[in-house]
Each structure stands twice: as C-alpha cells, then as structure tokens.
C-alpha cells in the first residue's frame, strides 16, 4: 500500500458508472480480459486497483468506439473475495480504502486504463454535530431495515460517530446523480459532506 500522499505512482483503473467511496462495499461481476488480468495480478501481488466514474462512454469496450471520459478523483480498491463461478468470469467484492487523483490516465494496449496517481488525504475522524445526530439515527433505522430485507450494503464495523463514515454510507444508497456523489466523494471535509447529506434528507423528509 502506498503510504506517501506526495509520491506518484501507476494504479490500474476500473471505470464504472458508479461512485466507490472510502469504507464502501463494491460487488463486480468481471469477465472482460484486460480486467481478469488486472484482478489476477492484484491478487498474486497483494495489490489495490482504482475505481474512478466514467464521465461519458462504457466500460464495457463499445464496437462504435464511444469516446470514454473519466473521472480524475477516484477511490482505491482492496479486493476481499475472489470467487470464479464460472470459466472466465469472477465475482469480486472489494472494499473501498482511500481517495486519490489522477494526474494522468492513458490506455494502454490491451485497452486497460492506467493513471498516474497521488493519494489524497483521509478523512479526519469528526464526530458528528448534534444537529446531525437525526441523520445517524436515520442510517442506523435504514440499516435495520435493509438487514430485515435480506441486504446487507454496508462492511462492519459501523461507525455511528463518524461523520465522513456517516456521510459516504448515505451517499451510497441516496437516489441522486452520479454527478452529485462524485462531488461529495470529492469534498476533503466530512462534516461539510455530511451537513450535505443531512439537507438533503430533511428536503425528503426522512429526517425531522
């Protein structure tokens, strides 16, 4: 793992049309070549890869050649569980670690993307307001009730008392753009994040 935010270094990338956030579960289901090859090879070398959202175009290589846009503020990948159900096909669950930023993504032959990236800084742990206390009861109710549904989005442990935690959980499960959760993902104060988050639940009335 790299551990200095200043150094540069080569991450390969999975674009998706969905934002990781750091501490979020993500499942894929992978069957192209170029990422069999790169899960394979995080797995033996132990590892991270980055997931980054596309901007414009698919991640699956289109035969019309639809230009590919992507995101230059990710988050870096640590794979959990790899399991082949089938011959060239895997399922992946993966555990999102910290954020980071590309300063230079290019596609290399085998059509995998690669960046050259710098780590961004953690989320300081802050604990929430009180006036925010109404968005961690309304996760922990939401959870609860998810968990009586059979789903079970969110990696333990829970950290009720931490608002970036706090903040990406809700935006994981939130309907709103792409675009909206790329820019909270990207926003370096937490509790900003969270008051974020918080106005929206209450526009919705899921917060009183």
């Not at 969905?18 to 990422?35: D, I, N, Q, T």
């Not at 300081?124 to 961690?136: N, Y």
């Not at 059979?150 to 959980?169: I, K, T």
């Not at 939130?174 to 969270?194: F, G, H, N, T, Y």
């Amino acid at each position: 793992m790299i551990t200095d935010a200043a150094a540069a270094f080569e991450l390969p990338l999975f674009p998706l049309q969905s934002v990781l956030f750091p501490g979020g579960l993500l499942g894929l289901k992978v069957f192209e070549a170029r990422y069999l090859d790169m899960i394979g090879s995080c797995l033996r070398e132990q590892k991270p890869f980055g997931v980054v959202a596309l901007k414009k175009g698919s991640e699956v290589k289109a035969a019309d050649r639809t230009p590919v846009a992507l995101e230059s503020v990710g988050c870096m990948a640590e794979l959990i569980e790899v399991d082949s159900v089938q011959p060239g096909i895997l399922q992946v669950r993966c555990r999102g670690t910290q954020r980071f930023e590309a300063t230079h993504i290019e596609q290399q032959a085998d059509h995998l993307w690669v960046a050259q990236a710098r780590l961004l800084p953690e989320d300081e742990t802050v604990l929430p307001t009180e006036a925010l206390l109404g968005s961690a009861k309304g996760l922990a109710n939401a959870i609860a009730t998810l968990k009586q549904q059979g789903s079970v989005p969110f990696l333990e442990p829970y950290q009720f008392d931490s608002a970036g935690w706090l903040a990406n959980r809700w935006c994981e499960i939130l309907p709103i753009s792409l675009a909206a959760k790329q820019k909270l993902m990207e926003l370096p104060d937490p509790l900003v994040r969270l008051q974020l988050v918080d106005e929206f639940l209450r526009s919705k009335g899921v917060v009183v």
